[in-house]
């Protein structure tokens, strides 16, 4: 593959970043024990469990790629190189995304193997993580592309999460929020509308990730001085 | 690669910074002298295809840059150091230049590698070839932006006020082996150091408030203060009208050199200008045109 050492230094290059996701499991993982260690009964340990998959990581990751696209020291070299830029966003915003992916897959299986799993049919284990990752990395590149803050655009993904999670039942029960709720498997579970849920998620996680991507190939917005 | 500008304008919202600019440039080291502001990273930026104009024609090299494939044509043949080239601070020095040689296009890992070990050698960074980019100092990151804009050997070199900040050795040991990679290419040098472009460059533009102001050889400039320059030992506050260059006290009272259309002061005399002094002529006449 020709590009395949270009992959190895967005790899080397993504440093910390790339292990938020990581970080994201740790944190779930110390919070069931100490949950486990307080005598919390099994079904809430799963649940807690499943919430790392479905609202922790896809936070993480919604952060981690406001960081991708906010911060780059090197950025105004990279627009005068025959490799336009966005193709190099692209691939950073891959590897971030596969790392993601590979650890929420590994987990779910883990969960699986070790009797833990509380959530849908293993074959659209997938669809707990993807659809709120998808959504809230959407949302957080958007956000970054339009405001060129990463304060602006972390506040905004992190109140985004938070408020699903405060009005989790507003959420549930209005039925034009209903197919954004990002929480639907750990706060209600696997309804008849799970799928359409996961669907609406992740087209219109694909969508705000596409415009974002659009407002990035204006270089005049990713010049200006950055704020912090 | 020969650089053809004719009625180039770039506006950001209300604020103009290129203003309707001319500009030709055959080949060689060329100076581009400027105080800040004037639009000089703004020329950069669209000779180097980063920003589009707002009106005008550029030609680098027969390509057109308002065209996705003029742009691209002339990238796969530019080096360009940026004001502030930011490093990824945990990269080596090696790994950074691989990185970009791979952006570039340079696909065979071993002419990348032996490349790099050559250009490495050429700014004196072959010792810190392993360390980390965080722990180099302004002058060795000056050393890799150059580096890099070399690799795949550029007909088109554009590195923006590359001096600034440097201490004098450094910056002159910069703008030495700016002059030495300039043979058989064309570097565009920008500055508002007069003397970096004094020393490197025999022709140069001279830019104030998005246009250019002279273009030409570099010693004509010293010509703009002929007849205008005056020295002037005073004991009080600097003579008012003209321009004061330098001022030095010594036992007499103070040297002032001034740069003035009219005779200052009846004790005034006409001096021979300095290059600096004939830069501040050009700057003065801009201003009172
Ligand atoms: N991205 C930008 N957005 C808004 N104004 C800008 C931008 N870049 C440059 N300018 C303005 O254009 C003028 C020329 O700036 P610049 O090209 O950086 O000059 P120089 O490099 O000679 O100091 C200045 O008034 C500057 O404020
Ligand atoms: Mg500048």
Redesign the interface.
């Given at each position: 593959m020709?590009h395949l050492?270009?992959w190895r230094?967005e790899l080397?290059?993504a440093?910390w970043t790339a292990c938020s996701p990581a970080a994201a499991l740790a944190a779930t993982l110390a919070l069931t024990a100490a949950a486990a260690a307080f005598g919390t009964a099994r079904p809430q340990l799963e649940r807690i469990l499943l919430t790392g998959l479905e609202a922790l990581i896809p936070l993480s990751a919604g952060m981690a790629a406001v960081a991708v696209v906010s911060r780059?020291?090197?950025?105004?070299?990279?627009?005068?190189?025959?490799?336009p830029y966005t193709t190099?966003l692209g691939r950073r915003l891959a590897v971030l995304g596969g790392l993601s992916a590979a650890l929420s897959i590994a987990f779910s299986a883990a969960l699986a193997l070790g009797g833990w799993w509380n959530g849908p049919g293993l074959p659209y284990a997938p669809l707990v993580w993807a659809a709120p990752l998808l959504w809230l990395t959407g949302l957080a590149l958007l956000v970054a592309a339009l405001g060129r803050s990463v304060v602006l655009a972390t506040t905004t993904v992190a109140a985004v999460w938070l408020g699903e999670q405060l009005f989790a039942t507003s959420f549930a029960t209005t039925p034009g929020l209903r197919p954004f709720f990002l929480f639907m498997t750990t706060r209600i579970g696997v309804p008849t509308d799970w799928d359409a849920n996961r669907a609406a998620l992740t087209t219109s996680g694909a969508l705000l990730a596409a415009l974002a991507l659009i407002l990035l190939r204006r270089?005049?917005r990713l010049?200006t001085e950055e704020e912090t | 690669m020969d650089i053809q500008i004719t009625g180039l304008r770039r506006t950001f919202g209300k604020v103009t910074a290129l203003d309707g600019l001319d500009l030709a440039v055959p080949g060689g080291m060329y100076g581009l002298l400027g105080t800040n502001g004037a639009g000089k990273t703004t020329l950069m930026r669209v000779l180097a295809g980063v920003l589009p104009p707002t009106a005008g024609t550029v030609r680098v090299g027969g390509h057109d840059l308002t065209t996705r494939t003029g742009r691209l044509a002339v990238q796969r043949r530019l080096g360009y150091l940026p004001q502030d080239l930011g490093l990824y601070p945990d990269l080596s020095a090696q790994e950074f230049l691989d990185y970009v040689g791979l952006l570039k296009g340079l696909d065979d890992t071993a002419a990348r590698r032996r490349q790099i070990g050559e250009l490495l050698d050429m700014v004196g960074l072959t010792d810190a070839v392993g360390r980390k980019l965080r722990g180099f100092s302004g002058g060795m990151r000056r050393r890799v932006g150059i580096a890099q804009a070399l690799l795949g050997d550029p007909a088109l070199v554009v590195v923006d006020e590359p001096t600034a900040g440097l201490d004098p050795e450094e910056r002159i040991r910069f703008r030495t082996l700016l002059a030495s990679i300039a043979a058989g290419r064309t570097v565009l040098l920008s500055t508002h150091i007069v003397e970096d472009v004094a020393q490197t460059c025999r022709d140069t533009a001279v830019m104030a408030r998005g246009r250019v102001v002279f273009n030409g050889p570099v010693a004509d400039i010293v010509q703009r203060a002929e007849g205008i320059t005056w020295e002037l030992v005073g004991q009080g506050p600097p003579p008012a009208g003209g321009v004061v260059v330098s001022a030095v006290s010594r036992s007499d009272g103070t040297h002032y050199r001034l740069v003035s259309p009219t005779r200052p002061d009846p004790r005034a005399v006409p001096v021979q200008p300095s290059l600096e002094e004939g830069y501040v002529a050009l700057m003065h006449a801009g201003t009172s045109a």
């Open positions: 020709k050492p270009l230094h080397r290059r440093g780059d020291p090197s950025r105004e070299l990279q627009l005068t190189l025959p490799t190099t270089p005049e010049l | -």
